[in-house]
């Protein structure tokens, strides 16, 4: 089955830097990568979302990038805001998540 | 609007017990997945049902577990003779159709087995 890898598992910021997370997956005929946001408490919610047929994605301070070559696809987070700070999990294969990924951002 | 709804929020049962969680989805979403989500860890896929159809029960960990749609529409996940290691958040999430849409996670119920 497929097979889901995040790293990292924690990740600190200082206000208006940025963030990168990665995941690399196993299953080649994995065509939808999408990215959530959880925060504590709730369920976790949609940020951002790839097919694989596109390369980059962007949606104002967040962008995703997939290569299916290399199958790894990352989440990056520009001028991060203390309100980024947040669980990110990554998934792959519809219903296969990554472990998650703690981000800290510091004011 | 109304979002996915799960009942109850936090379920307190003893080792043993018998426990019946709810998800009301979003109006008209027929996709309805369960997952598991450990302490610290991602979700994990329990169960999809398409409709009233349950098209994958992959993920259950144990024929203690199961869940049924029978309507369509409202899900409940029922574990029977809980365990310790059954403790966890259990997130219900709804889509409009198949699973390469979006999925809209409700709040999740988090059952303690004591």
């Known amino acids: 089955g497929e097979n889901v890898e995040q790293h990292p598992s924690t990740l600190s910021v200082q206000e208006g830097d940025s963030a990168v997370i990665k995941c690399t997956y196993s299953d080649s005929a994995s065509n939808y990568f999408p990215w959530y946001k959880q925060e504590l408490g709730k369920g976790p919610q949609l940020i951002i979302d790839?097919?694989?047929?596109?390369g980059e994605k962007k949606d104002q301070r967040i962008a995703v990038t997939l290569n299916k070559t290399a199958k790894h696809f990352s989440l990056h987070i520009t001028e991060t805001q203390p309100e980024d700070s947040a669980v990110y999990f990554c998934?792959?294969?519809?219903?296969?998540f990554g472990a998650g990924t703690r981000l800290t951002v510091k004011p | 609007g109304a979002g996915v709804s799960q009942s109850p929020r936090y379920k307190v049962a003893k080792r043993g017990q018998d426990v019946a969680l709810r998800c009301d989805p979003i109006?008209?979403?027929?996709?309805l997945f369960w997952y598991q989500q450990a302490l610290g860890q991602g979700p994990e896929f329990l169960t999809y049902f398409q409709n009233e159809a349950q098209l994958d029960k992959s993920g259950l960990p144990s024929d203690r577990f199961f869940a049924e749609r029978p309507e369509g529409s409202v899900s409940t996940l029922k574990i029977q003779r809980t365990q310790q290691e059954d403790s966890a958040v259990y997130l219900c999430a709804s889509s409009l159709g198949d699973r390469e849409r979006e999925q809209y996670f409700g709040p999740g119920t988090r059952l303690t087995v004591t």
């Open positions: 109006s008209g979403h027929v996709s």
């Open positions: 790839i097919r694989s047929n596109v």
């Open positions: 998934a792959a294969s519809k219903v296969r």
